[in-house]
């Protein structure tokens, strides 16, 4: 059991670094990666112009049973709004001039089934 969650959280470290990568190139700023809270964890937090994105990235090498974007549950929508919130509060996250910024929750599913990963990116999504 241990090898396999060691082996999942392999590949789910490779994809949050290249949807990292991906969205950098993209001119969003990095501010946060796997920021827990007890009520949900955010894989990326980022910055694109005035708007904070808070994004969960799927990553699969099998998408026999269900494709990345696909696997995102109502539940796991709730904690990552949940965790959202409390990035909000969190004293340590000061938003500049304390101005309430403009939230955007995306995903990115990163396909690892062919010899150069493909990615996804659905902003907005929920």
Not at 2 to 27: C, H, M, P, T
Not at 30 to 45: F, S, T
Not at 74 to 82: C, F, V
Not at 114 to 126: G, N
């Amino acid at each position: 059991m241990g090898i396999l969650k060691d082996r999942r959280r392999e590949v789910g470290d490779f994809g949050e670094e290249y949807a990292s990568n991906y969205l950098q190139k993209k001119g969003y700023s990095i501010v946060g990666r796997n920021v827990r809270y007890r009520v949900g964890e955010i894989d990326i937090v980022a910055k694109y112009g005035k708007e904070l994105h808070f994004i969960e990235v799927k990553t699969r090498k099998n998408i026999e049973f269900m494709p990345p974007l696909e696997s995102i549950t109502e539940r796991q929508r709730g904690r990552i709004k949940r965790a959202a919130e409390a990035y909000l509060i969190d004293s340590k996250n000061h938003i500049k001039d304390h101005m309430q910024p403009i939230c955007v929750f995306d995903v990115i599913g990163i396909d690892l089934t062919t010899p150069e990963p493909s990615i996804e990116f659905v902003e907005d999504a929920f």
